[in-house]
């Protein structure tokens, strides 16, 4: 099975942008379709962004469109989330999923390997 590990978060302001990654190892991240989900403090898991196995295709939720950018590396065996025009209601934690030789999907319980989570903070 694969094990994923975020990195990237930070704080940022307003305005500014971060580049998260999501790097797999046990397995070749080449078969698997990947998600980004983010929570806010009280507030449930939400989607953000995802990519099928062969990166030919991505989905993003309305809120982040035009803004974040997923993309896949399978020769680094790793995925990133470009975030730009960052703004204060991007605060959470955000991770990464991924689901063998499967759609991307936009949706928890379709994953079955979680990372365990970076934190990005913007401030105002």
């Known amino acids: 099975q694969v094990q994923l590990v975020e990195s990237g978060g930070g704080l940022v302001q307003a305005g500014g942008s971060l580049t998260l990654s999501c790097a797999a190892s046990g397995r070749t991240i080449s078969g698997y379709a990947v998600g980004w989900f983010r929570q806010a403090p009280g507030k449930e898991r939400q989607f953000v962004a995802a990519i099928n196995w062969s990166g030919s295709r991505t989905g993003y939720a309305d809120s982040v469109k035009g803004r974040f950018t997923i993309s896949k590396d399978d020769a680094k065996n790793t995925v990133y989330l470009q975030m730009n025009s960052l703004n204060p209601e991007d605060t959470a934690i955000y991770y990464c999923?991924?689901?063998?030789?499967?759609?991307?999907?936009?949706?928890?319980?379709?994953?079955?390997?979680w990372g365990q989570g970076t934190q990005v903070t913007v401030s105002s």
């Open positions: 999923a991924a689901r063998w030789e499967m759609p991307m999907a936009t949706r928890e319980w379709e994953y079955d390997y």
